[in-house]
């Protein structure tokens, strides 16, 4: 005899952020259906009635009316995106949750939804939690409770509502060298869809995305945005629904076989990290700003200002030799320096990226005696030293792979695909990762190492486990897992995640780690924009962002000290080249920049970011307080000017009710123009101790005044309120 249809009585679970709410409404036998996600609503707000009571039945259409739920099913009358795509050998391929019991765990902030399929034999947990950042947390636990395996094929993370007025999304493609790059898509009846099945988070598919409503701006307007913590493969949808909303899944890719459950066994996804905002793309970006942060694991609990860091790579690439790279370290020190990193070519025969990855001992021809004379030179000149590692890789001609040939990822009968002349090792079987962890630990527990820079640089393909089973999940699971041993063992450790620069950026890698390599292009016109798109979702401290040489190694422009240092100045400033070879006026001015950062370094990595655009092509940020009553304007020029007169900036975060004295902000030591054509009384004003006094309301309205200036500069103003 078939199940009756649900008919329980429904009731509401309401969840309050500080400025957001979401509204489930719950009955006995059937999974919740989503009522509202929004701005906050009244206390002991809720709907008026069912919502089933509120809709008539179309025509030609099934006799029940099936709304979107927390965790839709297929094969039962709902015929969009499924949350659930499983089945045993062809059978249960159909599901429909038959109980659904609430488990509080904060009142208004957090629960657990228990859904039982008592037909098909799955239970499934949807944890929700809406945060005082108004940040959504959704992660679901799928438990197949039937005496034969179950294979899932998609588990969505979440399944969130969106807003019939939702009208565009902005996406991030990209490549090496050139990540973020925003997409903009219209939203309509058509799916829209974007999937990485590189084994990483990858370059080119961002595992996330902004939902922008009428009107919506950087400042002000309803927006959503929504990202998946995970570290491998993945896919979201957003897809219109009949009663004119649309809904938005995000989840794990499972390649086939990774979701085949055993009976009693479990398959928990990754996290949706998700928000609303009223206040625009600004508003969004700080209720993840302020999320991740209150994540981050710290050394010691607590973020330390973000040293200025000196990475060795396009200094030197392969070629470091102890004395090269002590004289490097002298001259770095001299600038202002902070953190010593020695990239590839230090360990055991490195000379080129041909050989020797999974070889992790100092190479016996470049450093006889070991890493230890070089550390003591580093840190005796009062800088922390740091380490390159890239622990998932093993290239052919290596001692490792030459011991252990079926550590590496590989499929039987399939060639092995090289990238970069290397290969993944399998750091899912316990003795590779093992190894891994002696080699590193054995460094770190001999020498005074207060930093790893953990690269990953290749795409996953023959993917194959030991079994013969795909093992994207694995790899990923596993590369979590000795990140968390490696810092149990070693607490004061700090580690970089870097995938070839951007490949590996999301908040589950954040749990583990404190700074990310955001692109290996560091021309500073190309970081404008990666820049941006990262800042979305991301705060400026954990953004590595490093001065580097002119031309850029990347692509051949130059562009002056002064751009290039600006540019790098809000994220976690570094430095990328052989400080031994600027000239004297150049390493005076290096330094100087380095001190501006310094100086500015705290208000730069706490508080607010907002981003913006002003006219004749200016890009600018501010970083201050949450009352914009201290903030640091950064206005950049990229392209040259096609007006005579540079149009004011408007500054709508800033109190209109105050005034604020304004100050530029310049390294010690910097000349500035002079001559009417050059600058003008305002600017003037500005680079005087008590420099000028403005009203918030006109600055908010009419703007600040910018100057004229050439392509490839940058204005940098101090904003403080009265």
């Not at 080699?439 to 527990?445: E, R, V």
């Not at 310094?598 to 009352?627: M, S």
């Not at 096609?642 to 800033?654: C, G, I, K, W």
Request: glycine fraction near 10%; hydrophobic fraction near 40%; include cysteine.
């Amino acid at each position: 005899m078939n199940a009756p249809l649900p008919n329980s009585p429904a009731q509401y679970a309401v969840l309050h952020g500080r400025a957001t709410s979401l509204v489930l409404e719950v009955h006995a036998d059937e999974a919740p259906l989503w009522r509202y996600w929004g701005p906050r609503l009244p206390e002991g707000a809720a709907p008026f009635m069912p919502l089933r009571d509120t809709r008539s039945l179309p025509s030609f259409n099934l006799d029940f009316d099936q709304p979107l739920t927390v965790a839709p099913t297929s094969g039962v009358g709902w015929f969009g995106q499924s949350a659930l795509l499983a089945h045993r050998e062809g059978r249960d391929f159909a599901q429909a949750f038959t109980q659904c019991e609430l488990e509080w765990v904060t009142p208004q902030r957090a629960l657990k939804v228990h859904l039982t399929d008592s037909v098909a034999a799955l239970r499934l947990t949807v944890n929700l939690s809406l945060d005082e950042h108004d940040v959504l947390l959704v992660q679901s636990t799928l438990t197949n409770t039937g005496t034969a395996p179950l294979d899932v094929q998609w588990l969505a993370a979440g399944t969130l509502p969106l807003p019939g007025q939702a009208r565009e999304v902005r996406s991030y493609a990209g490549q090496h060298m050139h990540e973020f790059m925003l997409q903009v898509d219209a939203l309509s009846r058509s799916q829209w869809r974007r999937e990485n099945r590189r084994g990483r988070t990858s370059h080119d598919c961002f595992p996330g995305a902004v939902v922008t409503t009428p009107g919506a701006t950087e400042h002000a307007g309803l927006v959503y945005g929504a990202h998946l913590a995970w570290s491998g493969n993945h896919a979201q949808t957003i897809e219109w629904l009949h009663d004119g909303q649309y809904q938005w899944q995000q989840g794990e890719w499972l390649a086939p076989g990774e979701g085949l459950l055993a009976p009693g066994a479990t398959l928990t996804t990754p996290e949706v990290v998700a928000s609303c905002s009223a206040q625009g793309l600004n508003g969004l970006a700080a209720n993840f700003h302020a999320e991740l942060r209150a994540r981050l694991n710290w050394p010691g609990g607590a973020m330390r200002a973000r040293p200025v860091h000196l990475n060795t790579w396009e200094g030197f690439y392969f070629d470091v030799y102890p004395e090269k790279v002590k004289e490097l370290a002298t001259a770095a020190a001299k600038v202002g320096i902070e953190r010593f990193v020695l990239d590839d070519g230090w360990f055991h025969g490195r000379h080129d990226d041909t050989s020797s990855l999974g070889d992790w001992w100092p190479d016996e021809t470049k450093f006889p005696k070991g890493l230890g004379d070089l550390i003591a030179h580093v840190r005796g000149l009062g800088m922390g030293f740091g380490l390159w590692f890239e622990p998932e890789m093993v290239n052919p001609n290596s001692e490792l792979f030459r011991a252990h040939p079926d550590w590496a990822l590989q499929v039987a009968g399939r060639p092995l695909l090289t990238a970069r002349n290397q290969l993944v090792l399998d750091i899912s079987r316990p003795e590779a990762s093992d190894y891994l962890f002696e080699k590193i630990s054995a460094l770190l527990g001999a020498h005074p190492i207060e930093y790893i820079k953990w690269d990953h640089n290749r795409d996953l393909t023959s993917a194959g486990l030991a079994n013969g089973s795909a093992g994207y999940r694995a790899q990923v699971l596993a590369a979590y897992a000795l990140f968390a041993r490696l810092r149990a063992a070693h607490p004061s450790v700090e580690i970089e995640s870097c995938s070839g620069g951007g490949g590996r950026i999301d908040f589950a890698v954040l749990r583990h780690t404190h700074r990310v390599w955001t692109s290996d292009n560091i021309d500073a016109l190309s970081r404008l924009a990666i820049q941006r798109g990262f800042l979305q979702f991301f705060p400026p401290e954990v953004m590595g962002a490093h001065v580097g040489t002119a031309p850029a190694h990347s692509t051949g422009r130059s562009q002056a000290m002064a751009f290039r240092a600006t540019v790098a100045l809000p994220g976690h400033l570094g430095v990328e080249l052989d400080v031994r070879h600027l000239g004297e006026a150049e390493t005076r001015e290096l330094q100087g920049w380095i001190a501006i950062y310094k100086q500015w370094r705290d208000r730069l990595h706490h508080g607010r970011v907002w981003l913006g655009q002003g006219g004749d092509g200016l890009l600018w940020q501010a970083h201050g307080d949450e009352a914009a009553s201290d903030v640091l304007l950064l206005a950049y020029r990229p392209v040259p000017s096609s007006h005579r007169y540079t149009p004011a900036l408007q500054l709508p975060m800033l109190d209109s009710s105050v005034r604020y004295r304004l100050r530029q902000v310049l390294p010690e030591g910097t000349v500035r123009p002079t001559g009417r054509h050059n600058t003008a009384p305002f600017f003037d004003a500005l680079n005087t101790p008590e420099g000028l006094v403005v009203d918030g309301a006109w600055l908010a309205q009419a703007g600040l005044p910018m100057p004229r200036v050439q392509a490839e500069t940058a204005f940098i103003v101090h904003l403080q309120k009265l």
